[in-house]
């Protein structure tokens, strides 16, 4: 009697032909089968996916609960978490309406964000986008420039967050758009110059339609525009803009603002309160539009919030308190090779000390703890030590050794 040879109940391959052949109660399945399957179960997750998300039912949730999602990982700047929380819940309830039954047509309020490098503009931003699970794409301004100039056009902006919504349409057009270092497009001369300011003015200019919404032909693949090239129409109408820069030296301006309204005895006492060591909670529209942006553009940002500058137990509570804090990012490393990660207050106050005496700021704080947790992390996974403690003198030391004398010789 001649021996049956197995074959795959969908595709009929025998199986000396296939790699794999899994059995079933009365059949058999191929490997070429089982991965053919699995996409197509995913093609259909996805489109469903996004058909059951793209519909008006977002799961929207309160102020209150947006500040709470926010305190989860970011410490401190409680003003703006407020402004943050209550703009996003009026944009996405405006998303909600329908507009066709309502009188009202509720205008989005665009945000711009002004604060010191490392203060965390844009971890606000991807936390936001994190909770509601929406597309987010952060663009830098500084490569924009006017269309046809070297550089890019501001609708490479919009081509990221088509990537980011895997170029789903109705996705990406309500998803949120952070443009970082919007201070570096500001106006470089109030004086008319006889050379274009092609990657200042020329960009804010071009930026005006995409903010207030209009629809934008958007090459898919990002790149220069040409005219055989496919365009995606993009509508920028639900769309939030999140715009965020550090305007260095905006500061002098605000307090020549603010000396210059101190006249006479009676407003001399209100010029005593102001906190000199954080000017920026001061901040007006009109010292962004002294500081080089153009009035249409501010008029599009409405929404106008601070970030305040990282004190020591700001700092302090980054290392250990967030969600996604730093040291327990290093423990969560250290416990993939079975080591016990320990460290002493001590020594996490001297890495705060050292943050603030060079002014690194809280993106300083991971080049500290890497310089001191480097030779550990080199070491530890090929030895058989199980644990490692670091306390005040293993820091100092580790400091010293990798950071500190570059740190001494820059500043």
């Known amino acids: 009697m001649a021996k049956q040879v197995l074959e795959c109940s969908f595709c009929g391959r025998k199986k000396p032909e296939t790699n794999l052949l899994i059995a079933g109660i009365n059949a058999h399945v191929c490997d070429r089968c089982i991965e053919q399957a699995h996409g197509i179960v995913l093609e259909e997750l996805k489109s469903g996916g996004n058909a059951l998300k793209s519909s008006s039912d977002l799961i929207l949730k309160k102020p209150k609960e947006i500040r709470a999602f926010l305190d989860q990982y970011v410490i401190g700047q409680d003003q703006t978490k407020k402004v943050m929380s209550v703009a996003v819940y009026n944009h996405y309830k405006r998303l909600m309406q329908l507009q066709h039954e309502e009188d009202v047509e509720i205008e989005k ?3 711009i ?10 971890l606000v931003a991807k936390t936001i986008a994190r909770m509601l699970e929406v597309p987010l794409a952060i663009v830098d301004a500084t490569v924009l420039t006017e269309a046809g100039y070297v550089g890019e056009d501001v609708e490479s902006i919009l081509t990221r967050l088509l990537q980011a ?6 996705k990406a057009e309500r998803g949120i758009v952070f443009i970082d270092e919007i201070d570096k497009i500001a106006r ?13 003015e020329g960009v804010q200019q071009a930026l005006l339609k995409l903010l207030e919404g209009t629809v934008v032909n958007v090459p898919p693949k990002g790149g220069r525009k040409h005219p055989d090239q496919k365009f995606i129409e993009v509508n920028t109408k639900d769309i939030l803009f999140i715009a965020g820069g550090a305007f260095d030296g905006i500061e002098r301006i605000i307090s020549k603002r603010l000396n210059r309204t101190a006249v006479g005895y009676s407003t001399s006492r209100n010029v005593d309160n102001i906190d000199k060591d954080n000017l920026l909670q001061y901040i007006i529209p009109k010292d962004i539009k002294h500081f080089g942006l153009i009035p249409e553009i501010i008029g ?8 305040d500058p990282l004190d020591r137990e700001t700092l302090r509570a980054i290392l250990t ?3 996604n804090a730093l040291i327990k990012q290093y423990k ?21 000390d050292k943050a603030l005496e060079y002014k690194l700021g809280a993106r300083g704080l991971r080049s500290l703890c890497e310089a001191i947790l480097t030779d550990a992390m080199y070491d530890l996974p090929s030895s058989e ?27």
Request: aromatic share 6%.
């Open 109 to 111: 309020s665009n945000i």
């Open 113 to 122: 964000m002004v604060g010191q490098t490392g203060t965390g503009k844009t």
């Open 321 to 323: 308190e967030p969600k």
């Open 165 to 170: 919504a895997d170029y789903d349409l109705e």
């Open 188 to 200: 470089k001369s109030d004086n008319p110059s006889i050379t274009r300011d092609v990657s200042g």
């Open 300 to 307: 599009r940002l409405p929404l106008l919030t601070h970030m």
């Open 385 to 411: 030590e199980k644990e490692l403690h670091v306390d005040v003198d293993y820091t100092r030391d580790a400091l010293n050794k990798n950071l500190l004398k570059r740190l001494e010789l820059a500043s």
């Open 332 to 352: 969560k490393l250290f416990a993939m090779d079975e080591v016990k990660f320990t460290i002493d207050d001590n020594a996490l106050d001297y890495i705060v």
